[in-house]
């Protein structure tokens, strides 16, 4: 049954049910992965609503896995987190995305930033921001080139590692956004009380405007409350015109979305920034 796999329960998939092995495989295979740096990023455009113009990209991990191919970060990212991964795998991810971003930039495209997810897990990593700043200077990547995304529920644990990680950030000059805002259940004084660059709507608000006004009305307080405490907002999930149109007129300025562009290999995304230059 899922219960017997001990904590394990939100990574199973159709078809692993009551297969502890085959659990013990993947995690197996995940562990080489790590080893072989057998993942992949993509990168998702994001937008200036007014002009549609790029403003940067969010890094998105895929693992190249050697029999379902590229592998979804939903899919390992909680298994990576319960086995100790995730600390490996985030370090090539930081990596990966700055290396990137330097080979871009000397190629003479235009310079953009990347933002890369950081999980809970490595956020309360005591020297994370060492870490960071260690990877940016070993890709030759200025650090305004950089931004961390972090999910509201990961800045609500150990206010005093979070306020002393966010100030090392803010003073290192790599942008924080919170991500994922609205769904951590949590009182909002954090915002003031951390230095915080963009709230990113999350997408489950996005999804049903502009035909639902309940979240019509979420979506526009929270656009509200970021301007008021002087954060950008950025909308997630945007997949139509009508969607995009609705937060032209809120004044939302940033937007994210299959609707703007899907995540991207590096190739494809390369394209959208040298189109960018035209
Ligand atoms: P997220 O940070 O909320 O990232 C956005 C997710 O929404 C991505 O899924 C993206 O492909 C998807 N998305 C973008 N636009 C749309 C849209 O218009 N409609 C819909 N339905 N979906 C859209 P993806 O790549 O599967 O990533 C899922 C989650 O995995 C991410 O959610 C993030 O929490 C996590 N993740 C991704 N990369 C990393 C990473 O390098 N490290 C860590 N720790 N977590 C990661
Ligand atoms: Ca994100
Ligand atoms: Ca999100
Ligand atoms: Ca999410």
């Given at each position: 049954t899922k219960e017997s796999g001990r904590g394990t329960r939100m990574f199973y998939e159709p078809g692993m049910e009551g297969q502890p092995t085959e659990l013990l495989q993947q995690e197996h295979l995940l562990r080489e992965a790590v080893f072989q740096g057998a993942f992949a990023l993509h990168y998702q455009p994001q937008v200036r609503v007014a002009d549609g113009r790029l403003v940067g990209f969010e890094a998105l991990v895929r693992w190249r896995h050697p029999v379902r191919g590229l592998v979804g970060p939903d899919e390992f990212i909680p298994l990576a987190e319960s086995r100790g991964l995730i600390t490996p795998i985030g370090r090539w991810v930081l990596h990966e995305a700055c290396r990137q971003l330097k080979a871009w930039h000397d190629e003479g495209l235009p310079r953009v930033p990347v933002a890369v997810n950081l999980s809970a897990i490595e956020f309360r990593q005591r020297d994370v921001v060492g870490e960071i700043a260690q990877v940016l200077q070993s890709a030759g990547?200025?650090?305004?080139?950089l931004e961390v995304e972090i999910t509201e529920s990961a800045l609500m644990q150990q206010a005093d590692h979070t306020r002393t990680t966010l100030q090392a950030l803010q003073a290192l000059g790599v942008a924080v956004t919170v991500d994922d805002f609205g769904t951590g259940y949590s009182s909002l004084a954090y915002l003031k009380r951390y230095p915080l660059d963009k709230i990113k709507v999350d997408r489950s608000f996005v999804t049903d405007t502009p035909a639902d006004s309940e979240d019509v009305a979420i979506v526009t307080a929270i656009i509200q409350l970021a301007h008021s405490l002087q954060l950008q907002p950025v909308a997630e999930g945007v997949e139509t015109a009508e969607q995009l149109a609705l937060l032209r007129r809120l004044g939302c300025e940033l937007a994210q979305g299959f609707g703007i562009a899907p995540p991207m290999d590096a190739q494809r995304a390369r394209e959208w920034l040298r189109a960018q230059a035209e």
């Open positions: 990547l200025a650090p305004q080139y």
